[in-house]
């Protein structure tokens, strides 16, 4: 309930029983006394309408990218145990998805395969009639306009679960750019609008501009994973995309959480090798590092809010401990001012929800 008044510092909510302080008899006044001064930041926070009028981040279902997950099979349309609310499809299933995303208004997706048979070499990830290339398939056939975005790694497809080739029990960087190379060709042919290596090997993102150019695929988008940390914000995404390694852990590809010139160096490097647009990964702990790509490269940052940020929160709400929602918008408003351009959230489509009915205080 508002209170009217004339005098700043009293205008608060404020329930009618509550106690006037201010009329105690002898009640110092440093209002009267005059030693506040007139600088008073609260008066932008006093309304609602106020607030949004010179609120500085807005965050809008434009910039969100929903990520799903791919499986096979047909019919299938299964919850993801430790990411409630997200599903496993068939590819069968995607073109009726994607028109659900679609009418949210979400812009684009983001695809994620899980194997049938896992090799060596990962062959399945880039075979013509694998999971992810019928699902852009199904998808541009529904809903041509939607984005489709492809994840671009082996971990899902490999027998160990590493995102790159193993030669004499090593991940060898080359022979894992071929696989890329030929991952992200097979997404193009079948009809992706945007690739996305997520291995971190080196000279991955000039390997597949090169091959993409040459087989007539110059049209096609690179979103580079170029700081992707070896995190432990991962785990509920293994175990829904079936890729832990079976053995070590991705250190040697992915970067060290503590190195924050190792990303710049690792953008500048996809951005000179023809990256259209980067990415940071996770979000929240690496914010810093989101405001330093920004400070630095002109391209468009993505930040992927991953499925430990998300599941975390998710898990709390479930408890009672926080609002979902509110900690939802919190934490995508935090990315957006730290300086990313899109976010890719599994809350993409509650989002949506959200912001239609002027979700924000
Ligand atoms: C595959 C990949 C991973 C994620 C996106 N692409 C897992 C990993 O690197 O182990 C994580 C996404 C998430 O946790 O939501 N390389």
Same mark, same amino acid.
């Given at each position: 309930?508002?209170?009217?008044?004339?005098?700043?510092?009293?205008?608060?909510?404020?329930?009618?029983?509550?106690?006037?302080?201010?009329?105690?008899?002898?009640?110092?006044?440093?209002?009267?006394?005059?030693?506040?001064?007139?600088?008073?930041?609260?008066?932008?926070?006093?309304?609602?309408?106020?607030?949004?009028?010179?609120?500085?981040?807005?965050?809008?279902?434009?910039?969100?990218?929903?990520?799903?997950?791919?499986?096979?099979?047909?019919?299938?349309?299964?919850?993801?145990?430790?990411?409630?609310?997200?599903?496993?499809?068939?590819?069968?299933?995607?073109?009726?998805?994607?028109?659900?995303?679609?009418?949210?208004?979400?812009?684009?997706?983001?695809?994620?395969?899980?194997?049938?048979?896992?090799?060596?070499?990962?062959?399945?990830?880039?075979?013509?009639?694998?999971?992810?290339?019928?699902?852009?398939?199904?998808?541009?056939?529904?809903?041509?306009?939607?984005?489709?975005?492809?994840?671009?790694?082996?971990?899902?497809?490999?027998?160990?679960?590493?995102?790159?080739?193993?030669?004499?029990?090593?991940?060898?960087?080359?022979?894992?750019?071929?696989?890329?190379? #030929?991952?992200?060709? /097979?997404?193009?042919? *079948? !009809? =992706? &609008?945007?690739?996305?290596?997520?291995?971190?090997? @080196?000279?991955? $993102?000039?390997?597949?501009?090169?091959?993409?150019?040459?087989?007539?695929?110059?049209?096609?988008?690179?979103?580079?994973?170029?700081?992707?940390?070896?995190?432990?914000?991962?785990?509920?995404?293994?175990?829904?995309?079936?890729?832990?390694?079976?053995?070590?852990?991705?250190?040697?590809?992915?970067?060290?959480?503590?190195?924050?010139?190792?990303?710049?160096?690792?953008?500048?490097?996809?951005?000179?090798?023809?990256?259209?647009?980067?990415?940071?990964?996770?979000?929240?702990?690496?914010?810093?590092?989101?405001?330093?790509?920004?400070?630095?490269?002109?391209?468009?940052?993505?930040?992927?809010?991953?499925?430990?940020?998300?599941?975390?929160?998710?898990?709390?709400?479930?408890?009672?401990?926080?609002?979902?929602?509110?900690?939802?918008? #919190?934490?995508?408003? /935090?990315?957006?001012? *730290? !300086? =990313? &351009?899109?976010?890719?959230?599994?809350?993409?489509? @509650?989002?949506? $929800?959200?912001?239609?009915?002027?979700?924000?205080?």
């Amino acid at each position: 309930m508002w209170h009217a008044c004339s005098d700043l510092t009293e205008c608060e909510p404020r329930a009618p029983d509550v106690h006037d302080v201010a009329s105690e008899p002898g009640k110092i006044s440093v209002t009267k006394m005059g030693i506040i001064g007139s600088q008073r930041p609260r008066r932008l926070r006093r309304t609602s309408a106020i607030r949004r009028l010179v609120r500085e981040t807005r965050l809008s279902i434009d910039q969100l990218l929903y990520p799903m997950f791919v499986v096979p099979g047909s019919g299938v349309e299964d919850e993801i145990g430790s990411m409630p609310g997200q599903f496993h499809r068939s590819a069968d299933r995607m073109g009726d998805s994607a028109r659900a995303v679609e009418a949210l208004g979400i812009q684009g997706v983001l695809l994620f395969g899980r194997s049938a048979t896992k090799s060596p070499d990962g062959s399945e990830a880039s075979d013509h009639d694998g999971v992810v290339q019928r699902a852009i398939e199904q998808i541009k056939r529904a809903a041509p306009e939607l984005i489709v975005c492809t994840d671009v790694c082996l971990c899902a497809y490999t027998d160990h679960g590493h995102c790159g080739v193993l030669h004499r029990g090593m991940i060898d960087n080359d022979l894992s750019v071929s696989r890329m190379v #030929e991952v992200a060709l /097979s997404h193009a042919q *079948a !009809g =992706a &609008d945007i690739v996305a290596p997520s291995d971190m090997m @080196d000279g991955r $993102v000039g390997a597949i501009r090169t091959v993409l150019d040459a087989e007539g695929f110059g049209s096609i988008s690179i979103m580079a994973y170029a700081a992707k940390y070896a995190s432990a914000f991962y785990g509920p995404f293994r175990e829904a995309s079936d890729s832990a390694p079976l053995f070590g852990d991705r250190h040697t590809y992915q970067l060290d959480p503590a190195n924050v010139r190792e990303a710049i160096r690792e953008v500048g490097l996809d951005v000179a090798e023809g990256a259209d647009m980067v990415m940071v990964k996770p979000a929240l702990p690496y914010l810093d590092v989101v405001a330093r790509v920004r400070a630095t490269y002109d391209v468009p940052i993505a930040a992927y809010l991953v499925s430990g940020e998300f599941a975390a929160i998710k898990a709390a709400a479930a408890r009672g401990w926080l609002n979902e929602e509110d900690a939802a918008l #919190e934490a995508l408003t /935090s990315i957006s001012r *730290a !300086g =990313a &351009d899109v976010i890719i959230t599994y809350w993409a489509p @509650d989002v949506a $929800v959200w912001l239609d009915k002027g979700s924000g205080s």
